[in-house]
């Protein structure tokens, strides 16, 4: 298994921007997945957005349009810039890595992904 640490998290405005990183420690393999999910008190972790090693890349709708997912693989840092930011984008944001041949898909639980980072608090202010 590999290790991942996010950070870049904080507080922000309402139609602020924020980047956060995960750099993922290890192994990644040739082939996998990397996702970002989020999770608010009281409700389960939801899928964000997600890129493969093909890098093709997926996003729910609610995200489409203000957050982009990227990969410096030399790096093995992953990243997701998140522009627009809503108050409804208030979260805890983690990071996951799966290993295998999947194709990006950011509101599934089907891709088993094994390995999770702690997690970092983003807070939009309205």
């Known amino acids: 298994e590999v290790q991942l640490v996010e950070s870049g998290g904080g507080s922000v405005q309402a139609g602020g921007s924020l980047k956060l990183t995960c750099v993922v420690s290890?192994?990644?393999?040739?082939?996998?997945?990397l996702g970002w999910f989020r999770q608010v008190p009281g409700k389960g972790r939801a899928g964000v957005a997600a890129?493969?090693?093909?890098?093709?890349?997926d996003y729910i709708d609610s995200v489409k349009g203000r957050f982009t997912v990227s990969i410096d693989v030399a790096k093995n840092t992953l990243y997701l810039q998140m522009n627009s930011l809503k108050s409804d984008d208030t979260a805890i944001y983690f990071c996951?890595?799966?290993?295998?041949?999947?194709?990006?898909?950011?509101?599934?639980?089907?891709?088993?992904?094994?390995?999770w980072g702690q997690g970092t608090q983003v807070t939009v202010s309205s």
């Open positions: 996951a890595h799966a290993p295998g041949n999947y194709y990006a898909d950011a509101d599934t639980r089907l891709i088993p992904y094994k390995s």
């Open positions: 290890g192994d990644m393999g040739g082939r996998y997945c």
């Open positions: 890129i493969d090693s093909h890098g093709g890349t």
